[in-house]
């Protein structure tokens, strides 16, 4: 035998949905950056998933905001201020495609330099205090 349902009850999944979305988009940070980082910068996010495309270009983090850095483009005869440039991963993008419409905008991710840099100094962190560890023993 089927139960009726109301609208009420077939919402409260989608509505749940939605909560879990937002809370999700609120918690989110743009990863750690700091001014000088090397990134690469694209006007949208299509432009930033082909490598060959004009569009791309390394550039240096000038400013850092909460969900936002200021980027100086390297181009052609020199360099190009970029401003309010969003992280590739920010969930709010999607959504909100007007913020790549001002043409001194776009998005950014970190250079590949700037993660292997990232990796190495994590690397030699974790070695440090392995090293640490094994004279305290030592000289125990």
């Given at each position: 035998m089927a139960t009726?349902?109301?609208e009420t009850e077939r919402d409260i999944?989608?509505?749940?949905?939605?909560a879990v979305r937002q809370t999700a988009e609120e918690a989110w940070a743009m990863p750690p950056v700091k001014l000088g980082?090397?990134?690469?910068?694209?006007p949208d996010l299509a432009e930033m998933k082909y490598p060959e495309s004009r569009g791309r270009c390394m550039g240096f983090v000038t400013k850092i905001g909460r969900r936002t850095v200021d980027v100086l483009c390297l181009v052609t005869g020199g360099f190009r201020p970029r401003v309010s440039c969003r992280h590739v991963d920010d969930p709010l993008l999607p959504s909100n495609p007007q913020w790549l419409e001002e043409p001194d905008t776009g998005v950014f991710q970190p250079a590949d330099s700037e993660v292997q840099l990232q990796r190495l100094q994590t690397t030699v962190?974790?070695?440090?205090?392995?090293?640490?560890?094994?004279?305290?023993k030592k000289k125990s």
């Amino acid at each position: 035998m089927a139960t009726a349902t109301t609208e009420t009850e077939r919402d409260i999944p989608q509505a749940a949905k939605e909560a879990v979305r937002q809370t999700a988009e609120e918690a989110w940070a743009m990863p750690p950056v700091k001014l000088g980082d090397k990134i690469l910068f694209a006007p949208d996010l299509a432009e930033m998933k082909y490598p060959e495309s004009r569009g791309r270009c390394m550039g240096f983090v000038t400013k850092i905001g909460r969900r936002t850095v200021d980027v100086l483009c390297l181009v052609t005869g020199g360099f190009r201020p970029r401003v309010s440039c969003r992280h590739v991963d920010d969930p709010l993008l999607p959504s909100n495609p007007q913020w790549l419409e001002e043409p001194d905008t776009g998005v950014f991710q970190p250079a590949d330099s700037e993660v292997q840099l990232q990796r190495l100094q994590t690397t030699v962190d974790s070695l440090q205090a392995s090293v640490a560890s094994l004279l305290a023993k030592k000289k125990s």
